[in-house]
């Protein structure tokens, strides 16, 4: 099996894992998101720490220092993925979840906009071009109104996928400043929980042993998709894979579907045809610039 094969069985099995821990955020009912959201951080801050401690003892601790520089974006990158998980947990819980899912998906653009200016990257037509055009797939997802109580849910979602792109941007620009990815995902995790804590503390909401078990379940399911997205970019580079990380919406749509009876209206659906065909717009320059070089 190749490289590229291994990357997108890992990628897929990441698209399926998020979309699960999708299906369990909702199953839990009707916590609070932020207590949600705590809940899955504290399943992934439990795991990066155990991988950090091991690779620490084992490559020395200097290994899983923090380089210079990196100090202002790894605080960046906690706040804009705080923003992502809290923006995507929102909609999750009052959203169809493929309407959830594929708005949490415009962070690749918005991941591409910001690197222009953290990476000093250059502004390329296409490119642009796919970000336009999946925002006004957004728009159709979002379907925005005067009624803001009706939009604020995917508004959130939107703003989510916003805040996850930021986030990305800035692993990009810590994993070229050779900043360990356990560290970025450890100092995630412990900034999200603490941003959690105070409304935790004066919302707090009871919740049932099986609530609590669909959080765990939850967290460890977001963990694994985690580790899948990194093995799959480990094996092969995201221009020759990161399409099929939009299958991410066909699991959503099928848990939505097969165990909440959902279905996504019209608007939506041209909504998701937009914004993937945008992503495939981006794939096919990315890997056409590539050949070319």
């Known amino acids: 099996m190749t490289n590229t094969s291994k990357g997108i069985i890992f990628l897929i099995i990441s698209a399926f894992s998020f979309a699960a821990m999708a299906l369990f955020v909702r199953l839990a009912g009707g916590i609070n998101f932020i207590q949600k959201a705590f809940f899955r ?19 020395g601790w200097e290994s899983v220092a923090i380089p210079k520089g990196a100090l202002i974006f790894l605080f960046i990158r906690a706040t804009a993925g705080s923003i992502g998980i809290f923006g995507n947990f929102y909609a999750i819980d009052r959203l169809v979840l493929s309407d959830a899912a594929i708005l949490n998906k415009m962070s690749p653009f918005f991941a591409v906009f910001f690197s222009i200016f953290l990476m000093k ?31 604020l849910p995917t508004l959130a979602g939107f703003i989510g996928g916003v805040g996850a792109g930021l986030a990305y941007a800035c ?12 560290v970025i995902v450890l100092f995630f995790s412990v900034y999200s929980c603490l941003l959690s804590v105070p409304h935790m503390i004066l919302h707090w909401e009871p919740m049932t042993g099986l609530q609590l078990t669909f ?15 990194t093995a799959a970019y480990f094996h092969a580079p995201a221009r020759e894979i990161s399409i099929y990380d939009y299958s991410q ?23 998701y045809a937009v914004i993937i065909s945008m992503a ?14």
Not at 280 to 293: D, S
């Open 121 to 151: 990257e250059k502004v390329r037509l296409v490119p642009m071009l796919a970000i336009t055009g999946a925002f006004l797939g957004a728009m159709l997802v979002v379907k925005p109104s005067f009624d803001f109580s009706a939009t």
């Open 280 to 293: 495939v717009l981006n794939f096919c320059y990315n890997k056409r610039e590539h050949t070319q070089q």
């Open 171 to 182: 692993v990009r620009k810590l994993s070229s400043l050779k900043c360990n990815g356990k």
């Open 41 to 59: 951080n504290s399943v992934s801050f439990i795991i990066a720490l155990g991988f950090l401690i091991r690779e620490g003892r084992e490559k």
């Open 215 to 229: 959080l765990i379940l939850a967290g460890i399911w977001a963990a694994c998709g985690q580790f899948a997205i």
């Open 249 to 271: 919406i066909i699991f959503s749509a099928s848990f939505g579907f097969f165990v909440f009876g959902m279905i996504p209206d019209w608007m939506s659906l041209t909504g």
